[in-house]
């Protein structure tokens, strides 16, 4: 059974800071989705990485995917009020048929 | 500029009861999804469509059942609602793969009492 391990679990930090959110797993996967979901809202795509070592960026989100496709972490610059939320990746298998695999998440509040 | 769209929002409902969660789409996706979500948990699936007319069991369908009559939607019946199914559900879409990104409606939320 695949699973995706994320941590910390939850962060809580002040206006300004730097964080990274990492995403773990012992399998490999061929993609690896990254989520935001805000208090009583479904989850919202932020990124798809699909190649091991590749980096993306999204304004002040830096996403990366493990050179051998079993990791991903998420760094957030200065962060702000607005990136509170709650942070899931999500593998994709090798097949089309393999449904995704959700990590359980993690809890970020950021205070101004 | 709809999307997946859930209803009802909120529910409470007795033990024994039974109900159906409706989910909408309007972007003409193949795929549809109902997770549920319940605290430090993350998202676990339920029953997923990969057309009209084709359903399959995910990872926990226990106590589920659903419907593909149409493209656009995919209803999640709950026929007789235990105290272990008070959670957050959410459906979601996609276009082409089980493994390809979703877009996700704003979920319902259900406690059963």
């Known amino acids: 059974t695949q699973l995706l391990e994320q941590s910390p679990q939850f962060l809580s930090i002040q206006e300004g800071e730097n964080l990274t959110v990492y995403c773990n797993s012992s399998s490999v996967f061929s993609s690896l989705q990254w989520y935001r979901q805000e208090p009583g809202e479904g989850p919202v795509l932020l990124v798809t990485?699909?190649?091991?070592?590749e980096v993306k960026k999204l304004k002040r989100l830096t996403f990366q995917f493990g050179d051998a496709r079993k990791d991903s972490s998420l760094h957030i610059t200065a962060a702000q009020p607005g990136d509170t939320g709650l942070y899931l990746c999500?593998?994709?298998?090798?097949?089309?048929?393999?449904?995704?695999?959700f990590g359980k998440g993690t809890t970020l509040s950021v205070s101004s | 500029n709809a999307g997946v769209t859930q209803t009802p929002k909120f529910r409470i409902l007795k033990i024994g009861q039974s109900m159906t969660l409706q989910c909408a789409q309007d972007m003409n996706h193949n795929y549809m999804y109902w997770y549920r979500q319940d605290p430090g948990m993350g998202l676990k699936l339920i029953y997923y469509s990969v057309g009209a007319g084709i359903t399959d069991k995910g990872e926990v369908p226990n106590g589920y059942n659903v419907s593909r009559s149409t493209t656009e939607d995919f209803p999640l019946r709950l026929e007789l609602a235990a105290p272990s199914q008070t959670s957050v559900y959410f459906c979601a879409s996609g276009t082409t793969g089980l493994n390809q990104p979703q877009h996700f409606g704003d979920g319902t939320r259900l406690s059963i009492l």
């Open positions: 990485v699909v190649t091991g070592g």
């Open positions: 999500a593998g994709g298998g090798g097949q089309a048929g393999t449904a995704l695999i």
